[in-house]
């Protein structure tokens, strides 16, 4: 019998950075995210953002490949914004993403961190964030 704790620290921009995800946008579109991953047995464990990023830590079976992951849920979620005109131009997200690997001992720290993105964003902006890259 095989155990694995397989966690990821994933998230993506809008196109251009853009401010598309309204306070409104992000509460469904999560909330959608969740639900997709569901049917694709994606456990997602912590998911929140800003008007233009989106954070999720992730727990991945050895069989699924991150990349595979992430393309599956921002194409499916921006075909989803789009089908529902839920934007008032088209929406698009940044091609790649970022991840980096979670120690099990790390979670709630950046279970926290996701948790509180309109919190953080009040003092930070994403670009900043990136430079800085305190949180890394």
Request: overall charge positive; charged content about 25%.
């Amino acid at each position: 019998m095989s155990l694995t704790k397989l966690f990821f620290h994933c998230n993506w921009s809008t196109k251009l950075r853009q401010p598309l995800l309204t306070k409104n946008l992000r509460v469904i579109l999560f909330e959608h995210i969740i639900y997709t991953s569901e049917i694709h047995s994606i456990e997602i464990l912590e998911i929140n953002g800003w008007i233009d990023h989106v954070h999720t830590l992730l727990r991945l079976h050895p069989s699924q490949n991150l990349a595979n992951t992430i393309h599956q849920l921002k194409g499916e979620s921006s075909s989803w914004i789009n089908r529902n005109a839920l934007t008032e131009i088209k929406f698009l997200w940044q091609d790649g993403y970022y991840a980096e690997t979670i120690n099990f001992k790390e979670l709630k720290r950046i279970r926290d961190y996701i948790k509180n993105q309109d919190m953080h964003h009040r003092k930070i902006n994403y670009i900043e964030e990136l430079k800085n890259a305190y949180w890394l």
